[in-house]
């Protein structure tokens, strides 16, 4: 039977279709190191037995990296680089963008999710004036879980249709 992190590996891999979507953000280590920059809460997991049953992800970023990727100006990768441009020039961050949300089918419907992402959100909260949520769900549920998160945590949310 596959590990916990195995079957969180292949359902990233089915969902996303990252590799075949330049737009997309692709995790590697280095985007991983790139992240932990921005906030430590920007990558969180909840582990169950022998691995990772959620991971989310956040981007902590600017109102002007939001609209452009509402619009359609920048695609999801330039998120992050954006990010870390204003970063390196000591601008600060009042958005945060629900990147992914991953949990394993057996574990879904639990608040797993919610309760990671509201803690990553509080998180951020400390260190950057956020006002607003913005996500690209690629579900209905995705889609769901952006607008729980946004009035659990008194956010507007954006969605990129």
């Known amino acids: ?47 169950i037995g022998d691995g990772p049953v ?14 452009k990727f509402l619009s ?8 992050l680089k954006e990010s870390m441009s204003a970063k390196k020039e000591g601008r600060g961050f009042d ?21 990671i992402t509201l803690e990553a959100i509080t998180s951020m909260r400390k260190d950057f004036d956020i006002r607003t949520l913005y996500s690209w769900p690629f579900s209905e549920e995705g889609k769901k879980l952006s607008m729980l998160i946004g009035e659990l945590s008194s956010l507007p949310v954006k969605i990129k249709e």
Request: glycine content about 2%; some cysteine; hydrophobic content about 40%.
């Open 1 to 47: 039977m596959p590990t916990h992190l195995q079957q969180m590996l292949q359902l990233v891999d089915e969902f996303f279709a990252v590799k075949n979507d330049p737009s997309q953000l692709d995790v590697t280590p280095i985007v991983m190191e790139q992240l932990n920059e921005l906030h430590t809460a920007t990558l969180s997991e909840e582990v």
């Open 54 to 67: 959620c991971w989310i992800l956040l981007i902590p970023s600017t109102q002007e990296t939001m609209e």
């Open 72 to 79: 359609g100006k920048i695609s999801e990768s330039d998120i």
């Open 95 to 115: 958005s945060i963008y629900l990147c992914s949300a991953i949990v394993l089918p057996e574990f879904r419907k639990k608040g797993i999710a919610k309760k």
